[in-house]
């Protein structure tokens, strides 16, 4: 009797404790999404407001920073992904399961749009609130945010703990790469690499030109580092030697 009263507690206590885990990460991933959006889009618009206080090495060194200290904050939560493309690739990669992907792509768009929604409060003469909009041709950075979202993908895959970035090599890595690649691909077309990133202040400020391809470049960049990360990686690193992760 009593083994069948603690089995019957547990029964009534677990799944009370898993949605509360699953609230945790949801959480951790709108607040860290938030800061992502509010500080990097945020250094576009303090820029203009400024007379170019900031410059483009700064700007790119503020998104690069963030993320890492996102991934400082939130990686041994939610495991920091910050980003859609990100949290697809994760689940397409077998480490992160399908399930969760909605939500936390639900919980991206809530923190990127409260973001670019404050920093509009913060400047209402700012026409694009750091949208990303191409300097050349679309093709050009629809190429560009492939490769370098490609990239980036590849290293998150090869430093993160299962589907989650975590730790200080990953915050340094990751953040690394990000300010890397929006220090010289920046001036061409954005670099965005994350498509919350871009729909949230295309929306917000009214400039949708272009917004279709940050949404799908990055996307297809991060779906296309998981054959690579597979090609250089030992047998199983994606698909299934993560399944435990999930």
Known sequence: MRHCAWKHLFARIAPRAIKGERMKKLLAETLGTFALVFAGTGAIVVDHASGGAIGHAGV??????????MIHTFGDV???HLNPAVTVAFAAAGRFSWRDVPGYVCAQIVGAFAASGLLRALFPADATLGATLPAG??????IFEVVL????????LSVS????????????????VIALEAMFAGPICGASMNPIRSLAPALVSGHLEHLAL??????????LAIPA??????PG???????SSR
């Open 161 to 176: 703990t299962g589907a989650k970035e975590k730790g200080i090599t990953a915050g340094i890595a990751i953040g690394g």
């Open 60 to 69: 790119a060194l503020t998104f690069g920073l963030v993320v890492m200290a």
């Open 214 to 223: 940050y949404l799908v470049a990055p996307m297809l960049g991060a779906l």
């Open 149 to 156: 979202t490609f990239l980036l993908m590849l290293t998150i």
């Open 237 to 243: 690193c994606c698909g299934g030697a993560c399944a």
């Open 137 to 142: 041709s679309a093709g050009q950075s629809f």
């Open 229 to 234: 990360c597979i090609g250089v990686r030992e």
């Open 78 to 80: 939610s495991g920091a």
